[in-house]
């Protein structure tokens, strides 16, 4: 079955220190991959997606994500995080065969202290 | 217009009541999305519907009920809710006519409490 791993629940991390947030996968058949940014009480805003192409990907604000298809992850760094980038982050996959189904990882908490 | 529109933004319903929510969207997306979540969880999917009619219903409970008038609008009716079913309700669409933006856009989301 398909399914998404994220590690870490919750990440703390001081201003301007370098960040990673781990995403597995587990798939047999090709996928997409995303990652969401969840801000309190807003909806999910897409940070950056895989489809094709260059495995690094990067989002407008400095976030980074690179694809590793022999060890099934998709995980997102930032070199210099700041208090704004405080939320909960969620790694997600489709499938080629069916867009329609979006599966979630458990989330990761990122914590930005001053 | 990229963007996804949803309402109301918050609602108090008793057990008894019937509601609805609304979603709207204007990007000639072909699917739209109900999602679940409840705090500190990921969003779990209900219902989808393609092309203006439901193609996945993940085993919802029936007293939520799923509409879709038209390409733009997307209706979650409630009825008889329990406490339980209180969380966030997110709507999604995606898919334009290219077929080739699997990115689901999300609405705001529709915070509900049942009491």
């Known amino acids: 079955a398909q399914s998404v791993t994220q590690l870490d629940s919750q990440v703390p991390v001081f201003e301007e220190a370098p960040v990673e947030l781990r995403c597995n996968y587990s798939?047999?058949?090709?996928?997409?991959l995303f990652w969401y940014v969840q801000y309190p009480n807003q909806g999910l805003q897409l940070l950056l997606k895989y489809l094709s192409g260059s495995t690094l990907v990067e989002s407008i604000n400095g976030f980074e994500a690179e694809f590793n298809k022999s060890q099934t992850s998709f995980h997102l760094r930032k070199p210099s995080v700041h208090i704004s980038d405080t939320a909960e982050y969620f790694c997600a996959v489709t499938f080629h065969y069916n867009t329609d189904k979006l599966i979630f990882g458990t989330g990761t908490r990122l914590q930005v202290f001053p | 217009d990229t963007e996804v529109t949803q309402t109301p933004k918050h609602l108090v319903m008793g057990m008894t009541n019937k509601k609805s929510l609304k979603c709207e969207q204007h990007?000639?997306?072909?699917?739209m999305y109900w999602y679940k979540q409840k705090a500190k969880k990921p969003p779990e999917l209900m219902f989808v519907?393609?092309?203006?009619?439901?193609?996945i219903n993940e085993s919802v409970p029936s007293r939520f009920s799923p509409e879709c008038p038209n390409s733009s609008l997307l209706n979650l009716h409630l009825h008889a809710l329990q406490p339980e079913d209180s969380a966030l309700y997110l709507c999604a669409s995606s898919q334009d006519r290219t077929g080739l933006d699997y990115e689901q856009y999300f609405g705001p989301g529709t915070r509900l409490t049942v009491t």
């Open positions: 519907y393609s092309y203006e009619k439901l193609s």
């Open positions: 798939s047999s058949v090709s996928v997409y």
């Open positions: 990007m000639g997306h072909r699917a």
